[in-house]
């Protein structure tokens, strides 16, 4: 990924810290046949928590997303920013999926695990 997505991904991670968005992980899929680098994933701690936290970076990321799903749903949401995709959860249904069960260990990472700080927002 190169300095630009990095740094949209960064910036994405920010927002939802700011907005209260919880349990931040980054999975690196750059290796796998998923056509994206990294998911992003968070928590909301209920639906209107989670499509706030969409709507943040829907209305302050310089980049829109090339598709959205679940987001009035509330409860799973995706945003497809190419290089990286963000799922952003309610608590429940991300215990009940456990999408960063499903990659090795060394590939999960807790944010802000990619840089030392993060940039501002």
């Known amino acids: 990924m ?3 997505e990095r740094d949209l991904l ?3 991670a920010a927002l939802i810290v700011a907005k209260k968005g919880a349990r931040l992980t980054v999975v690196d899929v750059g290796g ?3 056509p994206t680098s990294y998911f992003l ?3 909301g701690e209920n639906p209107l928590h ?3 936290l969409c709507n943040e970076l829907l209305s302050k990321l310089p980049l829109a997303p090339r598709h959205t799903e679940g987001v009035q749903e509330g409860r799973w949401a995706l945003l497809d920013y190419g290089d990286f995709i963000v ?4 608590d429940e249904v991300r215990a009940f999926y456990d999408i960063e069960g499903l ?4 590939q999960v990472v807790p944010w802000p695990g990619l840089r030392a ?3 501002s927002v």
């Open 2 to 4: 190169s300095n630009p």
């Open 10 to 12: 960064d910036r994405a």
């Open 32 to 34: 796998s046949s998923i």
């Open 41 to 43: 994933i968070a928590s």
């Open 50 to 52: 989670v499509k706030a």
């Open 87 to 90: 799922h952003v959860f309610h």
């Open 103 to 106: 990659w090795p260990e060394r």
């Open 117 to 119: 700080s993060p940039p």
